[in-house]
């Protein structure tokens, strides 16, 4: 069973959109949850840490359910530049305390 | 804070010669540095774990005799690609945890990656 599972998109939305994306993974054991966001061709940026029972920052809102083991992210008021990769990753990840990757869901917000 | 620097960003070299890529943690100690490779359209994959003054541990069907790692310093560790071949083409991050952040629950900070082609 994968550590994550996230529905990989495109998730095409125009300008000023909410989207959401969700993220289930398969570790009851996971404390932490990072939200990255990766544009093409670049390196993962940290966008938002979760560790209770969710977050917020500015347009972007994460949602923890632990008992369903599940982890969402909201976006409001979509931009252009929006538009990359983004993926869900519990931690701890693995055994050296690395974090271990899926291939995350694709948005693009369109004008 | 918490942020890495990788160099180069990018290399094109010739197949048979080797490449050296540097990952510095800049406002922070790292005495453990993941080396990841991501091919395209594809995740991140973790290479090998890089720790300060002791031997690099490496994942299943990475060899460690061709993607050599130093990390001779609490801000510095290299990765040598030896021998490079077509199929080494990739892009190569590094990535730190501040050492002052002790739990595997704190992220993980990544360098801008190197983009090593081959021919």
């Known amino acids: 069973r994968k550590e994550v599972e996230q529905d990989p998109g495109p998730f095409n939305v125009p300008e000023g959109a909410t989207v959401a994306f969700n993220c289930t993974y398969s570790n009851s054991a996971s404390q932490s949850f990072f939200w990255y966001r990766q544009d093409c061709r670049k390196e993962p940026k940290l966008l938002m840490s979760?560790?209770?029972s969710g977050n917020e920052d500015g347009r972007f809102t994460a949602q923890l359910n632990r008992a369903s083991q599940y982890i969402s992210l909201l976006i409001r008021d979509s931009k252009l530049s929006d538009s990359a990769t983004y993926l869900c990753?519990?931690?701890?990840?693995?055994?050296?305390?690395?974090?271990?990757f899926g291939k995350g869901t694709k948005l693009s917000v369109k004008p | 804070g918490a942020v890495v620097s990788q160099h180069p960003s990018w290399v094109i070299c010739k197949s048979g010669t080797s490449v050296k890529i540097e990952c510095r943690s800049l406002d922070f100690q790292a005495t453990t540095m993941f080396w990841y490779r991501q091919f395209p359209k594809q995740s991140l994959m973790l290479m090998a774990t890089s720790n300060e003054g002791s031997k690099a541990t490496y994942e299943q069907g990475v060899e460690k005799d061709k993607f050599l790692i130093n990390h001779a310093s609490l801000t510095l560790s290299t990765l040598t690609v030896t021998s490079a071949h077509p199929e080494d083409s990739s892009f190569y991050i590094c990535?730190?945890?501040?050492?002052?952040?002790?739990?595997?629950?704190?992220?993980?900070?990544f360098g801008n990656g190197t983009r090593l082609t081959v021919t």
């Open positions: 979760v560790y209770s």
């Open positions: 990535s730190a945890r501040d050492a002052r952040i002790s739990s595997y629950n704190s992220p993980l900070h």
């Open positions: 990753v519990p931690g701890p990840g693995g055994s050296q305390g690395n974090l271990i």
